[in-house]
């Protein structure tokens, strides 16, 4: 199980009192909430993003993206495919304490991923800098506060599991990428934030979003820096389309954040 070591080792970033969220962050917030309420997911563009996060973590943004230069070979697929590097760690968050927790293999269920679920998946941890990042720090204090709103609960009661992921999907002339190779799915938690870092010569990778039904509620393409989208797992599905290269003579890269959150003590059974 993720939570299986879950003692807090280290304090990854200030519980800053006076890092409020700014007026236009509060507002946003609002309508974030709004959107979410009524269709299950939000996109904001990295434009808007950049607002809501503020100068501060905008100024750590450079070395927060470069640090996906630096991920390692997922070997877990299970189609074999060995276009996908990343880098994985567990953190805990009680109102704006983020802590980092004890390195931790990664799990899904084959409920929530028929590829590649079922077994625990060790991953290179993320960089301790990296997640002690202003950038990445501020956007985990606000993905806290948004779904502590849209869940109408606190994490000062109830904290959140968060799990950080760092993608690289990459694609050639001979090879396309799968951003999601399960096919649209549910993450398995109670909510998820995917923000774009970067694309570099990629064709396609429409993110798509369904109802439990399989019926299309939206789908729209990531293509800046800090875009982003706002997914409530408990009622929709997501996935996003393989990548080609632009340029077939050069490799197609694709790099996402994403960041899943849970209840602590919620022993969500699609967790295993
Ligand atoms: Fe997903």
């Known amino acids: 199980m993720p939570e299986g070591g879950s003692s807090e080792v280290r304090v990854t970033g200030e519980a800053v009192a006076g ?3 700014s007026p236009a962050a509060r507002e946003a917030l609002g309508a974030i909430e709004d959107d979410i309420a009524r269709g299950g997911f939000a996109f904001r563009s990295g434009a808007e993003m950049g607002t809501i996060l503020g100068a501060r973590a905008l100024d750590e943004w450079p070395a927060f993206a470069a640090s996906w230069d630096d991920l390692g070979i997922d070997t877990y697929m299970a189609d074999g495919g060995r276009y996908r590097r990343r880098r994985f760690c567990a953190l ?4 704006t304490a983020v802590s980092r927790k004890e390195h931790q293999p990664h799990y899904q269920s084959r409920d929530h991923n028929q590829l590649n679920g079922g077994v625990e998946r060790w991953f290179m941890p993320v960089h301790d800098a990296i997640t002690g990042n202003a950038f990445a720090q501020a956007l985990i204090r606000y993905c806290a506060m948004l779904f502590d709103r849209a869940s109408s609960m606190t994490s000062g009661a109830t ?9 690289r999907i990459e694609a050639t002339q001979t090879e396309q990428g799968a951003p999601t190779p399960e096919g649209p799915h549910r993450d398995g938690v109670d909510w998820v934030c995917v923000m774009l870092i970067n694309r570099t010569n990629v064709r396609s990778g429409v993110t798509q ?7 299309s509620l939206g789908e729209f393409t ?3 820096p800090i875009d982003t989208v706002f997914l409530d797992d408990r009622r929709v599905f997501h996935g996003v389309t393989p990548i080609t290269p ?3 003579e050069r490799k197609a890269n694709r790099d996402v954040l ?10 969500n059974p699609a967790q295993g």
Do not use: K, N
């Open 246 to 248: 632009l340029d077939s």
């Open 222 to 224: 990531l293509t800046d």
């Open 92 to 95: 805990g968050v009680t109102g």
């Open 209 to 215: 979003i369904f109802d439990p039904a399989g019926r």
């Open 19 to 21: 890092d409020r969220p």
């Open 258 to 267: 994403v960041l899943t959150f849970r209840r602590e003590q919620d022993s």
């Open 159 to 167: 904290p959140w599991h968060v799990e950080m992921h760092q993608f």
